[in-house]
């Protein structure tokens, strides 16, 4: 059972070039259910194998997981991360029928991405500015760029010095799937890039081949992780109540250019959404966002 998740994985990162965060996401969920399929037929006599699978397995598979508390959102992913396992088994020929077929998945409510207010991205980018120690304005210029641009996390933590280019401000960045896209830079954070790179990338770094932008304290490339963890401690500073990711940035970013009059092909264009619809959302966000601000309610008050 092992080898046919491996095997499904190598097809994901081969033909649908997924990222690593969404190949070790697929990993643990089919593992958990090669856990609970193996513990489920334990008594079974030869070894269980794909085509064994039925849908009562995947009920039932699906009650374990909302017996373990696992949110109804949480379940979904769970859920969509099988049946696209088990209709690659079906097309490779492994199995004769689709078990997950007519497997209900729970119904979860689409919520609007969470996004900051200009005062709370304000006080959140004034905080690493307090200092200017090589962390510091290595976390301003990243916060900097991060809100001006609307990158993921990843693609920023992926990016090289090489990638920069400050006299014509913009970057070039490889998104989901591997698609690139030129990302112009605004003044005020290619000015945040320029202080970090004159003399603060240079106390952090170790190796003289890192060609990583951004670095830690170890002078190697800064993680997802490590990131979160920046944005968490300034959120903290900065007395923001609201649950914080560097997620939130990327949000805040696009709510913004929209509630400043963008258009919306350039928001998608500049965020790397593959669908317009994905970007549509951010309409909802400046809205309310504006409602609040407004009225100093949210809207539906």
């Not at 193996?38 to 598979?61: C, G, L």
């Not at 963890?229 to 805040?252: E, F, G, Q």
């Not at 317009?276 to 407004?294: N, S, W």
Request: charged share 25%; aromatic share 6%; with cysteine.
């Amino acid at each position: 059972m092992h080898q046919g998740v491996q095997d499904f994985l190598d097809f994901l990162a081969v033909e649908k070039r997924l990222s690593a965060n969404t190949l070790a996401a697929y990993r643990n969920d089919l593992l958990q259910l090669v856990e609970f399929l193996q513990t489920r037929k334990a008594s079974s006599e030869p070894a269980p194998d794909w085509s064994d699978v039925t849908r009562d397995d995947i009920q039932a598979f699906v009650l374990h997981l909302k017996e373990r508390g696992y949110v109804p959102a949480t379940v979904a992913r769970k859920v969509a991360a099988v049946r696209s396992f088990f209709r690659y088994l079906r097309r490779m020929g492994v199995i004769a029928s689709d078990p997950t077929k007519s497997v209900d998945s729970p119904r979860v409510a689409r919520s609007l991405p969470s996004a900051l207010t200009p005062e709370e991205v304000a006080a959140l980018l004034a905080q690493p500015a307090k200092s200017s120690t090589p962390e510091a304005r290595r976390d301003r210029a990243a916060l900097e760029l991060l809100y001006a641009t609307g990158m993921r996390v990843t693609e920023l933590v992926s990016l090289n010095v090489d990638d920069l280019n400050l006299i014509s401000r913009d970057l070039r960045c490889v998104g989901k799937g591997g698609r690139e896209r030129l990302v112009p830079i605004s003044p005020r954070a290619a000015q945040a890039l320029e202080d970090y790179l004159n003399g603060a990338r240079a106390m952090l770094l170790r190796d003289k081949s890192e060609r990583a932008l951004f670095l830690n304290h170890r002078g190697e490339r800064l993680t997802r992780q490590g990131f979160w963890l920046i944005v968490k401690t300034y959120a903290k500073a900065a007395n923001i109540s609201s649950s914080i990711t560097p997620h939130t940035l990327r949000h805040s970013c696009a709510a913004r250019m929209l509630a400043e009059g963008a258009d919306i092909g350039s928001v998608r264009e500049l965020l790397g959404h593959v669908s317009i619809a994905t970007t549509q959302v951010y309409q909802q966000v400046a809205a309310k966002q504006l409602v609040r601000t407004v009225t100093g309610r949210e809207e539906g008050q």
